[in-house]
Every structure is written in C-alpha cells, then in structure tokens.
C-alpha cells in the first residue's frame, strides 16, 4: 500500500467525543492540530490522524 496516514475526523460537538478521543487515542492516533496541511479548515471538526510505518512494508 501506498499509505502514509490515516485520518479519522467527527463533530467536536459530540456527546461521545471524550470516548472517541480516549478510543482512538489507544489505538495510536494522535490529534491533527490546526493548520495541518492534509487537512481542511474547518472548526467544528476534529482530525486525528494514525501514521503508517513504511519500513514494516518493505520487509
């Protein structure tokens, strides 16, 4: 695969947002601060994003 990140984005208002945080968080993913540039500007949303590693393809 030719994949460096995944993202994952949800509402900032939602009532599950500290779960999906916690969740996703544990699974390795890690919260895109704004002005990232894989990502749109938009302020009700929140980006979190789960680097792939590269070298485990090649092996």
Same mark, same amino acid.
């Given at each position: /695969?030719?994949? %460096?990140? $995944? ?12 779960? +999906? ?5 544990? /699974?390795?993913? %890690?919260? $895109? ?12 949303? +929140? ?13």
């Amino acid at each position: /695969m030719k994949v %460096e990140n $995944v993202f994952v984005c949800f509402l900032k208002n939602r009532e599950d947002r500290a779960l +999906l945080l916690r969740t996703f968080s544990f /699974m390795g993913f %890690e919260i $895109v601060r704004p002005g990232h540039p894989s990502v749109p500007t938009r302020p009700d949303v +929140l980006f979190m994003v789960y680097p792939i590693d590269q070298s485990s393809e090649e092996e």
